[in-house]
Nanobody, 128 residues
């Protein structure tokens, strides 16, 4: 059982990246999904999520309007489309799935303690 993230890299400010995260060993469509990030010296923060049925979504103020989370249940994959990247977006990005026991995603936020599966993280570096 694992989540395998990919798609990170180095990009100039204003550029775009698309992160992918493939789930194996479990069916992603039964789970809420989320993306977190952790910048150097900072705590891991939940930036966006979507519930299993898609009825609830959340994006933090720092990424709203620029980042979009999506899922393809047929491919057992979640995505994070990142546009208009800024140097402050530099971080390790983690995909996550959960919410079968406790709520992972509401319109008010994404909840760390409800994560059941974590991806290993992919580095995103935005140069100015």
């Amino acid at each position: 059982v694992q989540l395998q993230a990919s798609g990170g890299g180095l990009v100039q400010a204003g550029g775009s990246l698309r992160l992918s995260c493939v789930a194996s060993g479990f069916a992603l469509d039964y789970y809420a999904i989320a993306w977190f990030r952790q910048a150097p010296g900072k705590e891991r923060e939940g930036i966006t999520c979507i519930s299993s049925g898609g009825g609830s979504t959340y994006s933090s103020d720092s990424v709203k309007g620029r980042f979009t989370i999506s899922r393809d249940n047929g491919k057992n994959t979640l995505y994070l489309q990142m546009n208009d990247l800024k140097p402050e977006d530099t971080a390790v990005y983690y995909c996550a799935a959960g919410g079968r026991v406790a709520t992972l995603c509401t319109s008010l936020g994404v909840y760390y303690d409800a994560v059941k599966y974590w991806g290993k993280g992919t580095q995103v570096t935005v140069s100015s």
